[in-house]
């Protein structure tokens, strides 16, 4: 008998490594059943708003749906509305890349650069410049205020300072003018950009080992752009990674100061995003099946550019 | 003056005018950031007249507090009375961030100190959830919602934001830092996963306990109850005061308060816990 137990287990490796795999699994879970039990919570609730409203975003974009009746598959028809027959839709990406491709870049280098700069100062300065920078985008609706500083009559602040100046001699429609008003949104967008990668920044930079500076000096770096460049920003790299995802998702889902600020819909759709085409459909015509197929193409949008940047990012510094 | 400023920063190798430069610009865009939050509270105590004065001063000449009364009068006369908008937002704003902290914590405890078959994956899931914004689950989420028959509850506000991804992530990125032989004694001690996580782990990440709170709550106080809450009885704060301003120019100065009063309360919660919230952003970053 013993013989044959033995004689059994060799002869058939495969079965073996799988039964093995399997039970050595199950132990693990077992094992480890405590760390399930605490994650279970937020797991769940993470999974059913926020994997499970992808997937069936996804899922939906295939389909003509209202509401009101069952979903019925149109297969590619939504996406292909999308892109030959939404004129809109084209203006809202051209306005959303636009934003992103100023807001984005210009926020994480201005994010950084004042980091490097405020860190510089004595803690108490530190301390209330870190508060000046970061206060805008941590006071909710507070944006409404440039709504007065940019009003279109002559008590807008904007307007009547440059009045005065002999600028202009009558009041601009800042922000019903299709001229101005996606320059205003950035702005303001840019205003309000200094969040939680100006926050992960400034406090990369104080946790620095002031010791691999000093080091460096000795070892010939000439400069503060040197230092910069081969100590600073490579010894940051987690948090410029964490800083630049926060800042493209931001800056590709403008939408809230769009709509406070140009109105909804704006004037000949100028400052219309993504987002606000989103809304559009999804609260307004109740077209849900489109409203995904814009979903999933934000979706897209935001985990491509997302991907490629970190790829890009893992670069600086060797 | 070179030689003074060498010698209180320590550090070697810096130009004089590029540090004047600099901190210029730091001083210039200050102004920039700090101007539109001034002449928020500056509004605040203008008069009506001052509010309509041309051209328009950027600092308040007569301060008053007529504005808050206005505000106070306005909420006082609307059909459900003031304090039911401001004890709904509280309740929003404290059950979401109480819930949130702690289920965070709860996840990321384990997913920072143990490997565990999915361990991996559900970080993964984390990192990719941070790369996309709220917006994109909108329709579906309003879908679940209704299925669950949350509609005009509280409940539709409070519970996903208990699920918050960057919570999680900030966390675990914290909890990282807690020495792994801590927790061992306190398992050799016979310490239940449960009780290290209570009264171990958590008393340790008070900081970043902090800075989940200053990352909630604020975009919870601020809710204005989406397309969730139809209810007047259950409207939020933000929302009655949106309602105010919309009244025109009769309610300018109201509206100026309110400005202020969404404003004042984020602001010094930052203030007052900004050492921790800065202490745990060190240990923020996507590593390689």
Request: a positive charge; hydrophobic letters at 50%.
């Amino acid at each position: 008998m013993r013989a044959e137990s033995i004689r059994n287990r060799p002869f058939s490796p495969a079965r073996l490594e799988k039964n093995f795999r399997w039970s050595d699994f199950r132990r693990e879970v077992y094992k480890n059943r405590h760390y399930y039990i605490l994650m279970a919570p937020f797991m769940v609730i993470f999974f059913v708003f926020t994997v499970l409203p992808v997937i069936a975003s996804l899922g939906i974009s295939f389909t003509y749906f209202n509401i009101l009746e069952k979903p019925r598959f149109i297969g590619w028809q939504n996406y292909s509305r999308l892109f030959l027959n939404d004129d809109v839709f084209l203006t809202a990406i051209r306005n959303t890349l636009y934003f992103a491709v100023i807001t984005g870049p210009v926020s994480y280098i201005a994010c950084f650069l004042f980091a490097w700069v405020i860190n510089e100062l004595p803690p108490k300065i530190r301390a209330f410049m870190t508060l000046v920078f970061y206060a805008p985008s941590i006071s909710g609706n507070v944006y409404f205020i440039w709504q007065i500083i940019f009003s279109g009559d002559k008590y807008g602040f904007i307007n009547s300072l440059l009045m005065k100046l002999g600028i202009i001699l009558e009041p601009i429609q800042w922000l019903k003018d299709q001229r101005y008003v996606l320059s205003v949104i950035i702005i303001v967008q840019l205003w309000m950009s200094l969040g939680t990668s100006f926050l992960a920044f400034i406090a990369g930079l104080q946790n620095l080992d002031r010791t691999y500076i000093e080091a460096a000096a000795v070892d010939g770096v000439k400069n503060r752009w040197q230092e910069l460049w081969y100590i600073v920003l490579p010894s940051m790299r987690p948090q410029l990674l964490f800083g630049a995802v926060m800042q493209i998702t931001n800056s590709l889902a403008v939408a809230d100061i769009s709509v406070a600020l140009a109105g909804f819909p704006s004037v000949n759709y100028a400052a219309h995003t993504i987002v606000t085409h989103l809304m559009d459909y999804g609260t307004i015509r109740f077209e849900m099946g489109y409203a995904s197929a814009i979903a999933t193409v934000l979706f897209i949008i935001m985990l491509g550019t997302n991907i490629l940047t970190q790829k890009l990012l893992r670069k600086i510094g060797g | 003056m070179k030689k003074l400023i060498h010698g209180r920063q320590k550090q070697l190798n810096r130009s004089f005018t590029v540090t004047f430069l600099l901190f210029l610009l730091l001083a210039l865009f200050g102004v920039f950031m700090a101007l539109p939050l001034i002449y928020t509270i500056n509004n605040a105590f203008k008069p009506l007249d001052e509010l309509f004065l041309f051209p328009p001063r950027f600092f308040v000449q007569n301060p008053t507090v007529d504005n808050f009364y206005d505000l106070v009068y306005l909420l006082g006369n609307s059909w459900v009375p003031f304090s039911r908008y401001l004890a709904n937002t509280i309740v929003i704003a404290l059950l979401g961030t109480a819930g949130h902290v702690i289920l965070a914590s709860a996840a990321a405890y384990p997913l920072a100190k143990y490997k565990f078959p999915g361990s991996k994956t559900l970080s993964t899931i984390i990192v990719l959830s941070l790369m996309f914004s709220p917006h994109v689950t909108s329709i579906p989420n309003y879908m679940i919602i209704s299925k669950l028959g949350w509609i005009d509850t509280h409940k539709a506000i409070i519970i996903p934001a208990w699920a918050f991804p960057l919570g999680l992530f900030l966390m675990r990125q914290f909890m990282e830092q807690i020495p792994s032989a801590l927790l061992e004694a306190a398992k050799m001690d016979g310490a239940s996963e449960y009780r290290i996580f209570w009264q171990i782990v958590m008393p340790n990440v008070k900081p970043a306990w902090l800075t989940l709170i200053i990352m909630r709550f604020p975009s919870l106080w601020g809710s204005d109850g989406g397309s969730f809450i139809y209810s007047e009885n259950l409207k939020t704060l933000n929302y009655a005061l949106g309602q105010i301003t919309q009244g025109g120019i009769a309610r300018a100065g109201a509206g100026a308060a309110i400005g202020l009063v969404l404003m004042i309360v984020p602001i010094t919660m930052f203030i007052i816990s900004q050492s921790n919230v800065i202490q745990t952003m060190a240990n923020t970053g996507i590593k390689d």
